[in-house]
């Protein structure tokens, strides 16, 4: 076995892959079983080639926090066993921690519980309820902003939102509505700079009776 590639780090409930690389120097069938955390949880049985064999496990639901995985390989034709393992770890990071900012606070049930149905837990709270620190910012994987003003939310807010979009990685959701995007007065703010849209309001043009 010359390699064995994971992913560092992935959502719980998240299906990733494991891939190896076995090199043979005669053409056998050999079989392939990966443990995680010691525990065998898959089998392949594969006719190898002569040279570089490609191996793809898809895994589902491990643990959360660290996860060893090791795959061995038997054959009949092989009497090297100390190269026949090879291992990897992935970090499983736990429930998905969303921060759900809503300009109506009892209008937030709907997408909370479509969200909560997902496996997300779900942090509601007024547009006025926005952090003040990148601390507690960092506890959430996204913030979505859902019809709120920007009359709730700080010039010093929105600066510390768009440090944490582009300095720690998280994630930002603005949902249209009479108080988003332009007609919210987002237009020039730390916000609008972190978002892949443009919020200048169009002029009001003439139109024909």
Excluded: W
């Excluded at 779900?122 to 006025?128: A, C, I, L, S, Y």
């Excluded at 003003?149 to 994630?171: C, F, H, K």
């Amino acid at each position: 076995l010359e390699d064995l590639v994971v992913p560092a780090e992935v959502k719980r409930g998240q299906t990733f892959t494991v891939t190896a690389k076995a090199h043979s120097t005669v053409e056998c069938p050999a079989t392939f079983v990966l443990y995680r955390n010691g525990f065998k949880v898959q089998e392949q049985q594969l006719d190898l080639k002569v040279g570089e064999n490609a191996l793809v496990f898809d895994e589902t639901n491990p643990s959360d926090g660290l996860t060893k995985y090791e795959l061995r390989v038997t054959t009949e034709k092989d009497f090297f066993a100390d190269n026949n393992v090879a291992s990897g770890i992935v970090f499983v990071a736990g429930q998905p921690r969303i921060l759900l900012l809503e300009g109506e606070e009892n209008e937030a049930r709907y997408l909370a519980r479509a969200l909560e149905a997902e496996d997300v837990s779900v942090e509601v709270r007024e547009g006025k309820g926005m952090p003040g620190s990148l601390d507690e910012l960092a506890a959430f994987d996204a913030v979505i902003l859902s019809d709120v003003p920007a009359t709730d939310v700080s010039v010093r807010q929105m600066n510390l939102l768009r440090s944490y979009i582009e300095d720690l990685g998280g994630g930002l959701i603005m949902i249209g509505g009479e108080e988003s995007f332009a007609l919210g007065g987002y237009y020039r703010t730390a916000i609008e700079d972190a978002l892949p849209v443009r919020m200048r309001s169009e002029k009001k043009k003439d139109t024909p009776s």
